[in-house]
Each structure stands twice: as C-alpha cells, then as structure tokens.
C-alpha cells in the first residue's frame, strides 16, 4: 500500500489526474478500474474518478509495490549552476534575467546546468520547494527563449499560478516586448508584419506571404525603430503571437537579419558578433479577467534598460 497526503501544489485537481502523474505506470484505465474495485480510496473512503481532491486528503492506493514504487527522482538540477538573476520574486512567480548560451529547458546535449534546474537549485535551496516531497508539480518557467536569446522569463512556482500564466500567455494577456539590431536601415520606422509561418525540419521555420500548407499559422510581429549607425537598426519588437524564432525568421524575411544570426540570413559576412542580438527587455501583465490568484499583477510592468546603441 502506498498513501499520498495532499499539499497545496496538489490541491483542486482530479484524483484521476493526480494519480496519472503520481504513478506513471498506471493507465487510466487501471486508474479508473482500481477506483471502481475500491483498491484507491480517499480518507478512508470510496471515491470515484472525478473526485477534486482537497487539502490533507489521504489517498490510500491498496496495489502490488511494483506498480506504486516510488520513482527515481530526478536530481539533475543539484548538478546546475548557482547563477540566477532574479528581477521579481513573489510567493507565486518569478521572473528572472536569462542569459546567453543557457537553454531554459534539456536539449540534446544532456548539460544538466539549464535554466530551469537553476531555478529549481535556488527554489530548493530556500526551502520552497523539494524534489523528495513534492509529487505532481514541479516549478518551471511558462515560456521559452532561445539558448542565445537573453532577457525577462516567467516561471511559476505553484500549479494554480502555472494553469493562470498559460491561459494568459495562450490569450495574449502578457505583452513580450524585445530589442534586437538588425542588418540595414529599416524603412519605414515602425509598422506590423503579418505573414505566414511554418514549422520545418530541425527545428527550422519559414515565413510566407501565404501558408505553405494546413500546419502553416499566422504571426504578427511589430516594430518600431528607435536608432540607427552603419547601416544597422535598433528596433523594438513586440510579439503580437509568439511562435519558435518568430523575431529571427520574421526579421529575415523582412530582409533585415538580426546581427550574429546564424540559422536565418543571407548575409555573407556572419563575423558581426557571437551571439545573435535578441534581448527580452519588457513584460506586461495586461490582464483582463478570471485572474484568480494573480489578480494583484494585473496590469504590472517589469522591464530592464536597453543596452547602449
């Protein structure tokens, strides 16, 4: 037998769904079946699939040890470097200053020191979050940035908080606004891109004037110049969509690369910098309603200064 007492990390979510994630050799199926035979109770009681669980419920799963056998618990983030930035922190959020060359999450090269473990280390290290007791939720940022893309990023630190952020960002209640140097003088100053974008091979996309196939979705992206020298611009970017290197091939295809890319440019000289330039600098929470518990954010701006041109 194995119990799991509910925490606030837990709470209000489906026994069915809580099970799926405590005990991933178990098929809904199973889960459905042992809750009919009564082998899964809630405080002592029979339950049924749909059940909300609560804080402190006790759920008693009566099966074999093999099957409820506690998981390796991945520890890869004790292995992570202790460099965290951290620009804003509450009891829910926090949005930290990614820098280049970190990826948020794993990538192929198994290098345990992302931006996510970092979080985790820090998290752990403050005693807010432990890898030994928590069961079904782990703290993780909301949204992605590219390994070479440096600047604000979003993590939450609770389930209620992760649930309410992707809602927001999938609704566009959370304004991403960007600074980047590009190839060429942009004419005219400022304006908006709507084009077509579509997911290729290798984690490649590209922009259209039409789509390219019934996967193909549409972005839009806007600008605004703000300086120019040597023939290149300083722009602000503020993504009305948000999809994978939307800023990079968008800007390609709007014949102004962005300085140090290498994946989308028709530039012959690539020597103008390491790293590609792409700086998260500005987010706001323009929230419109069902905030529920970050209702206190609503209409927050957190932004970092914009580098020297």
């Known amino acids: 037998m194995k119990s799991f007492i509910i925490k606030k990390n837990e709470n209000d979510q489906r026994i069915d769904k809580f099970l799926k994630k405590a005990l991933p050799k178990l098929s809904s199926d199973l889960i459905y079946k042992y809750i009919r035979l009564k082998k899964i109770k809630v405080n002592g009681k029979r339950t049924l699939p ?6 402190e419920d006790k759920i008693d799963v009566y099966l074999n040890d093999d099957i409820v056998a506690n998981e390796t618990k991945k520890n890869d983030f004790l292995l992570a470097k202790k460099q965290l930035e951290v620009i804003y922190e509450d009891k829910n959020i926090i949005i930290v200053n990614k820098p280049v060359n970190v990826t948020v999450q794993d990538d192929d090269s198994k290098n345990p020191d992302t931006l996510n473990n970092r979080l985790l280390l820090y998290l752990y290290q403050k005693k807010e979050w432990d890898y030994l007791v928590q069961t079904t939720f782990t703290p993780a940022f909301v949204h992605r940035l590219d390994r070479n893309t440096s600047g604000l990023i979003i993590a939450a630190k609770n389930v209620e908080s992760s649930r309410i952020l992707s809602e927001k960002i999938k609704n566009r209640e959370i304004e991403k606004y960007y600074i980047c140097k590009v190839h060429g ?11 077509w974008w579509t997911k290729k091979e290798d984690n490649f996309v590209t922009v259209s004037k039409k789509p390219l196939n019934m996967n193909s979705k549409e972005i839009i992206t806007e600008y605004k110049l703000l300086a120019h020298k040597n023939n290149v611009s300083l722009l602000q970017i503020h993504l009305i969509t948000g999809r994978t290197h939307q800023i990079r091939a968008h800007m390609y295809f709007f014949n102004h690369p962005l300085l140090g890319e290498r994946k989308y440019t028709n530039i012959a000289e690539k020597n103008d910098g390491e790293y590609q330039f792409l700086f998260s600098y500005k987010i706001i929470f323009n929230f419109k309603q069902n905030n529920g518990i970050l209702e206190y954010l609503k209409n927050k701006e957190l932004s970092l200064p914009i580098p020297k041109f």
């Open 50 to 55: 749909s059940y909300k669980l609560v804080l």
């Open 185 to 195: 003088i942009v004419e005219p100053k400022q304006g908006v891109l709507k084009d």
